[in-house]
């Protein structure tokens, strides 16, 4: 019984030249038991919608790869440029706007 070696082709990526870069500082995950959802979004200080930028589908085992790549390039990053210092805080909203006072707490 011989087993079959998978062929390694070159991979040929297509990037349109009307491509418009979308930036995003926030990704909210949901998954299913077939699917991770990534909804990335632009969060601005004191705007009042937040919207969605990009949405990306895909199966639990390409997240994995995904998550496995990211880890790699990152470690490859810092290794090149230096840690990459995160900020600290309770929650995202604190690390990405500071504490808001309420209004019953103002002087």
């Known amino acids: 019984m011989s087993e079959k070696q998978p062929i390694n082709k070159p991979l040929s990526i297509e990037l349109p030249d009307d491509l418009e870069p979308k930036y995003a500082n926030f990704v909210l ?3 299913s038991p077939a699917e991770i959802i990534l909804d990335f979004v632009q969060l601005l200080p004191h705007a009042s919608k937040r ?3 990009s949405r990306v589908v895909m199966t639990p085992m390409h997240a994995k790869l995904l998550y496995n790549a990211l880890g790699q390039n990152l470690s490859q990053y810092e290794a090149k440029f230096g840690t990459i210092q995160t900020l600290g805080g309770p929650t995202l909203a604190d690390q990405l706007f500071g504490q808001v006072t309420p209004p019953d707490k103002r002087e």
Do not use: R, Y
């Open 51 to 53: 919207k969605v930028q």
């Open 29 to 31: 995950i949901t998954h």
